[in-house]
């Protein structure tokens, strides 16, 4: 079992950067796949970046690729999302998950899920 707790939202002008961390807990942490997700107000469940379970591979979504980098350290059991130049329209919660396997951009893929953290951009 993997437990998630996301921490390093705030408030940032637009051109800015945060970075998002992921703590993971659980025995089993470094065989999962994990993945970056966002919500916005009146928007569906987005993907944003995912990494393999040892971090040879990642996968970005279109709108943010150039600008967001995701790391883990498996030793920590922490994942990463590095933002930067942000936009307004990066402003959602930010939910960091886990799964089983490969990478998957399709959030039903996940097993576990944290409870999110604000990122807010203005412009």
């Known amino acids: 079992q993997v437990q998630l707790v996301e921490s390093g939202g705030g408030l940032v002008q637009a051109g800015g950067s945060l970075r998002l961390s992921c703590a993971a807990s659980?025995?089993?942490?470094?065989?999962?796949?994990m993945g970056w997700f966002r919500q916005a107000p009146g928007k569906e469940r987005e993907f944003v970046a995912a990494i393999s379970w040892g971090g040879g591979n990642t996968y970005y979504a279109d709108s943010v690729k150039g600008r967001f980098t995701i790391s883990r350290d498996n030793a920590k059991n922490t994942v990463r999302l590095q933002m930067n130049s942000l936009k307004p329209e990066d402003t959602a919660v930010y939910y960091c998950?886990?799964?089983?396997?490969?990478?998957?951009?399709?959030?039903?893929?996940?097993?576990?899920w944290g409870q999110g953290t604000q990122v807010t951009v203005s412009s």
């Open positions: 998950a886990a799964r089983a396997g490969g990478t998957s951009s399709k959030d039903h893929d996940y097993n576990y």
């Open positions: 659980g025995r089993t942490f470094s065989s999962y796949a």
